[in-house]
């Protein structure tokens, strides 16, 4: 099984940046698609951005186009999220995850608060 670390959250200004990053151990992770995902107070758990295994392509919800920016090393068994141009409707935990179906047990996640 894959156990999956979140970290790289914290408290920013609007319009900051942070970047996030999923390390994965145990069985290599390095052949699933891996996606972020987010969850807000009182909401649920929503799709963010996703990468192909291979690195070579990526989706992203519309909210963080142009914003957030997904990448991945393989050799480091790590999944990254870029995140620029931060806004307060950003503030949510942020999660990793085998994408589009989440293979594994979800991590503990990193807070992101984006303070206006």
């Known amino acids: 099984q894959v156990q999956l670390v979140e970290s790289g959250g914290g408290l920013v200004q609007a319009g900051g940046s942070l970047r996030l990053s999923c390390a994965a151990s145990?069985?290599?992770?390095?052949?699933?698609?891996m996606g972020w995902y987010r969850q807000a107070p009182g909401k649920e758990r929503e799709f963010v951005a996703a990468?192909?295994?291979?690195?070579?392509?990526?989706d992203y919800v519309d909210s963080v186009k142009g914003r957030f920016t997904i990448f991945r090393d393989n050799a480091k068994n790590t999944v990254y999220l870029q995140m620029n141009s931060l806004k307060p409707e950003d503030t949510a935990i942020y999660y990793c995850?085998?994408?589009?179906?989440?293979?594994?047990?979800w991590g503990q996640g990193t807070q992101v608060t984006v303070s206006s």
């Open positions: 990468i192909h295994w291979s690195g070579g392509s990526a």
């Open positions: 995850n085998a994408h589009p179906l989440a293979a594994f047990d």
């Open positions: 145990g069985r290599t992770s390095e052949n699933y698609n």
